[in-house]
């Protein structure tokens, strides 16, 4: 398959960390495309809870092996995301959605995207057991000694407490 003729989509985030609700959105907008691209957004003038290349080895780490080869995590910083889709070649954006309050902040990004580009934006609804779940929550919980199993990879499990809660 040419390259022209490979239906490619980014899902956008800053995946800080990656959640079981982000790995659902990966996971089905696979099955959906030919490859994924995995855009960890970050600001270099901010710090993060993980660092970039901590962030990219969770994702890949947490993706079942069936998926893994038809994803791509790269990072991207100081960008507009048009031109992120414009570099690898993607014509559409995924973005999972929780519910009514996260549609009515994606929907003016959709519609900007579309209109500096023409890149369309595709709202994948997440799975319900995840629907409480956002990396800042979990962080949060997580930083005052709550259980967070379940809602992140093993693997962000085991590095928040490591991270957040020994501090």
């Known amino acids: 398959m040419s390259?022209?003729?490979?239906r490619r989509a980014v899902c956008p985030g800053s995946y800080d960390p990656i959640t079981l609700g982000h790995v659902d959105v990966l996971v089905r907008a696979a099955a959906l495309y030919d490859e994924v691209?995995?855009?960890v957004l970050h600001n270099p003038a901010?710090?993060?809870t993980f660092t970039v290349d901590e962030r990219i080895g969770f994702i890949e780490r947490s993706l079942p092996?069936?998926?893994a080869a038809r994803?791509?995590?790269e990072a991207f910083a100081g960008r507009l995301l048009v031109d992120v889709c414009r570099d690898v070649g993607?014509?559409?954006?995924?973005?999972g959605l929780r519910g009514g309050t996260d549609f009515a902040y994606e929907l003016p990004m959709a519609l900007?995207?579309?209109h500096l580009t023409g890149v369309e934006t595709v709202f994948l609804p997440g799975a319900p057991e995840f629907e409480h779940v956002?990396?800042?929550?979990?962080k949060e919980v997580a930083k005052f000694g709550g259980d967070v199993a379940g809602l992140v990879p093993d693997e962000v499990l085991a590095a928040l407490t490591e991270r957040l809660v020994r501090n």
Do not use: P, T, Y
Not at 3 to 6: A, L, S
Not at 134 to 138: A, P
């Open 3 to 6: 390259d022209e003729q490979i």
């Open 46 to 48: 901010k710090s993060g």
């Open 134 to 138: 956002s990396s800042s929550l979990v």
């Open 37 to 39: 691209v995995v855009a």
């Open 65 to 67: 092996d069936a998926v």
């Open 90 to 95: 993607a014509d559409v954006v995924v973005k």
């Open 71 to 73: 994803v791509r995590v």
């Open 112 to 114: 900007m995207n579309r």
